[in-house]
């Protein structure tokens, strides 16, 4: 197998979506599974439909499209406002889309019609996040004005906190989302099919004994199936596993070196600050207070444009000394690993972006654990 790699443990996304799929369906809380850190993998997909997911969601048109192009026949929402450059194609492969421009609604019914088709439209609401949303006071007006747009169907309303400013879903803004959905419903005689209350940072919410989850019967969960924790603390998640997501580099050199760096101290590759050079250097270069110490130091293949080193979890045993472009720079702490073997990392949702992303990392996708099963079963590999 290539490295750098990622290997992806398809049947722990699925285990994830399927307890979370449950718990929430208690509430009458349905799933969104959201496959934009994995750039819309259809065999991440297919497993989250197969948990009982109700729909997909992405953020990205390119990613739907790839859904699509794997025969992936079900529901999607396309999670981010449709750029006006890509209306046509939005209305072609995505069934609901979240909306809070109402020009690029106007755009949506129009090419729905000329294409005989319905196009769903959630009506997003600010709720103090300040990211996307029509502001609280503009939601009746809004919706008038979406409900009498033809080849539109108004599916519902929905918020998003958390993302940008760090606002956290609770009794609170959920309740003020239900009040909208219950002021639609009496001023237009529609009925909201979706009240989407967010994404991963609602589940600490939502989980909460006794919450009155009031009309949200929907959330968009990506970083809580993937990897099994809650956005807002990163604290895992009851009963979901953790390390569905491993990138695996390979050791180019392993050597004894000084732990100090010698010589004069500038801005390293990326401008962080450095390791302390050794007090002889800071004090001018006389040998004042030699500071021998030594540590087997170890070179990964795997480097910034690969991962975003601060998000990776070391193998026990190894600390991150510092990481460039290209290179990774460990200590070994209790081992001397050779070249050529592999470091097996865990990801946190950052370091799972860049390495999906990066074009350099390859993605391996199995059914069973590649570590723990005999012969694992590699569904696909590659992008
Ligand atoms: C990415 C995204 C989600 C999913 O977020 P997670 O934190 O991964 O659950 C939900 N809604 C919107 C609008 C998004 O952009």
Not at 198 to 212: K, P, R
Not at 250 to 258: A, H, L, M, Q, R
Not at 334 to 356: I, Q
């Given at each position: 197998m290539r490295c750098p790699r990622l290997e992806i443990r398809v049947a722990a996304v699925s285990h994830n979506a399927r307890v979370l799929v449950e718990r929430l369906g208690t509430l009458g809380i349905a799933v969104c599974g959201v496959t934009k850190a994995t750039l819309g993998s259809p065999d991440v997909a297919r497993a989250l439909l197969d948990a009982g997911v109700s729909t997909l969601g992405d953020a990205r048109l390119e990613n739907v499209e790839r859904l699509r192009g794997a025969g992936i026949s079900a529901e999607i929402a396309l999670l981010r406002s449709p750029m006006t450059s890509e209306i046509d194609r939005v209305v072609e492969s995505v069934d609901v889309s979240l909306n809070s421009e109402l020009d690029v609604v106007a755009l949506l019914s129009a090419s729905a019609r000329g294409r005989r088709k319905r196009h769903g439209v959630v009506l997003m609401v600010e709720l103090g996040d300040l990211r996307e949303g029509v502001m609280p006071c503009d939601v009746l007006d809004a919706v008038e004005r979406v409900i009498a747009m033809p080849g539109i169907e108004l599916r519902g309303i929905g918020a998003n906190l958390a993302c940008r400013s760090g606002i956290v879903p609770d009794?609170?803004?959920?309740?003020?989302?239900?009040?909208?959905?219950?002021?639609?419903?009496?001023?237009?005689?529609?009925?909201?099919?979706?009240?989407?209350?967010?994404?991963?940072?609602?589940?600490?919410?939502?989980?909460?004994?006794?919450?009155?989850?009031g009309r949200v019967n929907h959330l968009r969960l990506g970083e809580a199936i993937l990897l099994g924790r809650e956005p807002l603390l990163r604290s895992p998640i009851d009963g979901l596993e953790l390390d569905a997501f491993t990138v695996v580099g390979?050791?180019?050199?392993?050597?004894?070196?000084?732990v100090h760096p010698r010589g004069a101290v500038g801005q390293a590759a990326f401008g962080e600050l450095t390791a302390v050079a050794s007090p002889a250097t800071r004090t001018g270069g006389v040998d004042a207070v030699a500071d021998d110490r030594t540590c087997r130091q170890v070179i990964v293949a795997v480097g910034r444009q690969d991962i975003d080193p601060d998000g990776l979890v070391m193998p026990d045993g190894f600390r991150i000394l510092g990481a460039s472009s290209d290179h990774l720079v460990l200590e070994a702490q209790?081992?001397?690993?050779?070249?050529?073997?592999?470091?097996?990392?865990?990801?946190?949702?950052?370091?799972?972006?860049?390495?999906?992303t990066s074009g350099s990392v390859t993605p391996y996708y199995f059914e069973a654990s590649p570590a723990s099963a005999a012969s694992p079963d590699l569904l696909d590999a590659g992008r």
């Open positions: 009794r609170s803004n959920m309740a003020e989302l239900s009040v909208h959905a219950n002021a639609i419903e009496s001023e237009f005689a529609v009925d909201l099919d979706i009240v989407s209350g967010g994404n991963s940072a609602n589940i600490a919410w939502a989980l909460a004994t006794g919450v009155d989850v390979e050791v180019i050199e392993s050597k004894t070196k000084p209790h081992s001397a690993p050779g070249v050529g073997d592999e470091l097996r990392f865990g990801v946190n949702y950052s370091a799972l972006l860049r390495a999906m």
